[in-house]
């Protein structure tokens, strides 16, 4: 039951330097998502996609880019690192559109920018 | 957006039942109720989820108000390992599907 697998656990990043965040899903789903969260905070969406091929900014994306080429992976890709990325990542998945559709997360990508 | 209330914290005894309100008074009626959860710093788990009737699975039962507007998350023998922070959300459907709106959600203290 891998679910939703996020790649690496934690980071340390210089500022300026570029990663990238890895993201996959194998159970099939079409809707994945990137959410950050700072310390003490609620989780805020990065960008979303509804399929392969298709992706769409969330409510902070700025900073941030992201790719969908097949259905079980959705890379999230940091440019030009700062230290107001310092957070922690969770990518999630559902399955479709419907209210009835539970997301479900992966355990999270800690990530530093020193 | 159907904003939700919760108490910042709460505390129960190991073994008891625990129970979550959570007031959502502004609700339309195709948005959902969704609990999830956060232990420590793990990534959030889905517990339960509802339109009107009551819901039970293998983890928690959630009892919705006939006028929705208020919900109770119930965890009938909670233990330590229910220690974390629950989240009630009503759902918004948009283009991005179900929309999560993260609060503060209720820091749950499981005490021996």
């Known amino acids: 039951n891998a679910g939703v697998t996020q790649t690496p656990k934690f980071h340390i990043l210089k500022i300026g330097q570029s990663m990238t965040l890895q993201c996959t899903q194998d159970?099939?789903?079409?809707?994945m998502y990137w959410y950050r969260q700072d310390p003490g905070m609620g989780l805020k969406l990065i960008y979303y996609?509804?399929?392969?091929?298709?992706?769409d900014k969330g409510e902070v994306p700025n900073g941030y880019n992201v790719s969908r080429s097949t259905t079980e992976d959705f890379p999230l890709r940091l440019e030009l690192a700062a230290p107001s990325q310092t957070s922690v990542y969770f990518c999630a998945s559902s399955r479709g559109q419907s209210g009835n559709q539970p997301q479900h997360f992966g355990d999270g990508t800690r990530l530093s920018i020193l | 957006d159907a904003k939700t209330t919760q108490p910042p914290s709460m505390d129960c005894a190991e073994g008891r039942a625990a129970n979550l309100p959570c007031n959502h008074s502004?609700?339309?009626?195709?948005?959902?109720v969704y609990w999830y959860r956060q232990i420590h710093s793990q990534g959030p788990q889905y517990i339960i989820h509802?339109?009107?009737n009551n819901e039970t699975n293998e983890m928690a039962s959630l009892i919705i108000t006939e006028d929705r507007k208020s919900s109770t998350l119930i965890l009938p023998h909670a233990t330590l390992r229910d220690t974390a922070v629950y989240y009630c959300i009503v759902t918004r459907l948009n283009n991005a599907g179900n929309m999560l709106t993260f609060g503060g959600g209720t820091r749950l203290m499981v005490k021996p």
């Open positions: 509802g339109l009107k």
């Open positions: 159970m099939n789903h079409n809707y």
């Open positions: 502004t609700i339309s009626g195709n948005e959902y």
């Open positions: 996609s509804v399929g392969a091929g298709i992706t």
